[in-house]
């Protein structure tokens, strides 16, 4: 073949790219034309007046037994609580854990528990760590709050945790739990420095408070024939417990939370006697602490909360949840909320008052 027979052959062949057709282009100009716009704003929408907004602050491993919450002086919440390592189904796949996260084994990988918290800081932001665990953090991994290493929890099972809580005062978190082995404190954080207020397998849930000179008081029942309520109070390095009060004797659900808040700068004491159905409160007053019965229809559950000089102890009854108002010495009491109706009538007629310091408790 000649070389101008080729030529035209090769003059004759149709391209192997085929052009686009308008469609195509046109459907490029708005995808183009898209991409390159504005993305429409978001809309959120914002909670109207005074509402609960859910959060999560903690989802991994099993944790949030015993909660206990304490806001400080920017309204940012604070929350204590016992985790324990999940416990998977046959087949299940773990949850990936962070860098970083409190420690719920022992060295030896043995399950254990430990005593965790998490704080909202003011970007939003829920800041996990903890406040003891069962070992020490090695180097290199920082576990937020920087916990103490407590031995004792790598014994702890759910079973035995009775109740965590927590107290803000400035910078200073001050945190108690209780445990088969007993009651104890943690202070800081950054570090924390932990240590037992009381040795012994029958505390109940604790409380604590930090009244106006600074000093942290812990109040907790000890189950036994008669059930003693304690205040321990710092001496030096070392607590010094003083029984307030007692109970009619053990039963179902001995011993009972106790519970403290700040009436003025001295500390306000509140526990029910499901059995004899008292709802016992102690003051201290220069020093020296005074008890009175305000109830006798408790079934349990009280929780107390200030406001300057006036107090609230919400409690259970028969038919409801009962609240008496009122200072030591002088308590009016009144119906909050039926069983039968499910209708709480002092919710609303209280509604725009102030909120109160601090709340606690089952109610």
């Not at 030896?108 to 939003?124: K, N, R």
């Not at 010495?329 to 102030?354: K, M």
């Amino acid at each position: 073949m000649r070389v101008t027979e080729r030529l035209w052959m090769l003059a004759r062949m149709r391209p192997v790219v085929s052009r686009p057709s308008p469609r195509s282009l046109a459907l490029a100009l708005v995808v183009l034309a898209t991409a390159c716009g504005s993305i429409p704003p978001s809309e959120v929408e914002a909670p109207q007046g005074r509402q609960f907004i859910p959060m999560v602050p903690d989802s991994i491993d099993d944790v949030g037994l015993a909660p206990s919450v304490a806001v400080d002086s920017e309204g940012l919440p604070t929350v204590s609580y016992f985790g324990f390592p999940a416990q998977l189904e046959e087949g299940e796949i773990p949850i990936a854990r962070p860098v970083g996260s409190p420690f719920l084994t022992t060295e030896d990988g043995d399950d254990a528990g430990a005593v965790l918290m998490v704080s909202l800081t003011p970007e939003q932001i829920w800041n996990r760590g903890a406040i003891a665990q069962p070992r020490d953090t090695p180097s290199g991994v920082p576990v937020p709050f920087e916990p103490a290493a407590e031995p004792s929890l790598a014994s702890l099972t759910k079973a035995r945790a009775a109740g965590t809580d927590v107290a803000i005062a400035g910078s200073d978190v001050h945190a108690v739990w209780t445990t088969d082995r007993g009651v104890w404190y943690g202070a800081g954080p950054t570090p924390f420095e932990i240590g037992a207020v009381e040795e012994t397998p029958e505390a109940g849930a604790p409380s604590v408070v930090v009244d106006g000179a600074g000093a942290p008081i812990v109040a907790y029942t000890i189950a036994g024939v008669q059930p003693e309520v304690r205040v321990a109070e710092r001496v030096g390095e070392n607590w010094r417990a003083t029984t307030v009060a007692s109970l009619s004797r053990c039963g179902e659900g001995c011993p009972p939370a106790t519970q403290l808040a700040l009436l003025g700068d001295e500390p306000l004491l509140v526990t029910a006697d499901p059995l004899s159905g008292e709802v016992i409160a102690a003051h201290r007053q220069g020093g020296a602490w005074t008890t009175e019965v305000v109830a006798t229809d408790a079934t349990g559950g009280a929780s107390v909360s200030t406001s300057g000089d006036r107090a609230a102890i919400a409690y259970y009854t028969q038919t409801g949840v009962a609240l008496a108002t009122g200072r030591p010495g002088s308590w009016s009491v009144e119906e909050a909320a039926s069983f039968a109706t499910g209708v709480s009538r002092l919710v609303r007629r209280r509604r725009g008052r102030p909120p109160a310091r601090r709340v606690r408790g089952d109610p």
